[in-house]
């Protein structure tokens, strides 16, 4: 088989596995998601990365004694029944969230995280909205991931959906005038505002 180094060289409509994924040597980024390849944006804004950067270390020092991990993009997170003694070749999602915590050290290996985190958090970008409000969605939900929020920059939003009998339950908007209010972490608490600093 040929080395794939150029993304143009995979059929989009196919459905690839894990063990395809790891050997692509292309530079675009992409998400694999129920062995489908979704291009993600180019490399984000400067506020998003902002956005990132800022939540990340206020994470950093709430999680310092705290016995779960922390990982930043890229960073793979390979869902839907992947189990850790399969082999590669199995049909799988692999997707980078924007941040993510991960309290269950079962679930690490050197190629990222096997099964869901117990918080993902995706930040908005032009032309990834649709996916992270609709198929992701759908995807963390399907796949227990027990806290998700999603992040709008632009109009300094957060909303979180946390699992309830399998179903996500939103709760209210936060906006820049709140303090942030997770479920799953209530040590979590700092200024939502403070995430938007640029």
Not at 20 to 30: A, V
Request: aromatic share 12%.
């Amino acid at each position: 088989m040929a080395e794939i180094t150029n993304i143009n060289q995979l059929d989009l409509s196919k459905t690839y596995s894990f063990a395809d994924y790891l050997t692509w040597k292309f530079q675009e980024r992409i998400e694999l998601i129920k062995g489908k390849i979704f291009q993600m944006s180019p490399a984000p804004n400067r506020f998003h990365q902002r956005v990132s950067g800022n939540l990340h270390g206020m994470f950093w020092d709430l999680m310092k004694s705290n016995p779960c991990g922390l990982y930043a993009a890229p960073f793979d997170v390979r869902l839907v029944n992947f189990k850790k003694s399969s082999a590669d070749n199995q049909i799988v999602t692999v997707v980078q969230p924007d941040l993510c915590i991960i309290c269950d050290r079962e679930k690490l290996d050197d190629r990222g995280c096997i099964g869901a985190p117990d918080l993902i958090v995706e930040i908005l970008s032009p032309g990834n909205t649709d996916r992270e409000m609709g198929i992701k969605f759908d995807l963390y939900e399907e796949n227990l991931v027990k806290e998700y929020w999603i992040i709008e920059p632009n109009d300094k939003t957060i909303f979180i959906y946390t699992l309830q009998n399998d179903k996500y339950i939103g709760l209210k908007p936060q906006t820049h005038l709140d303090k942030i209010k997770s479920p799953l972490f209530p040590d979590f608490n700092f200024d939502i505002a403070d995430i938007f600093i640029d």
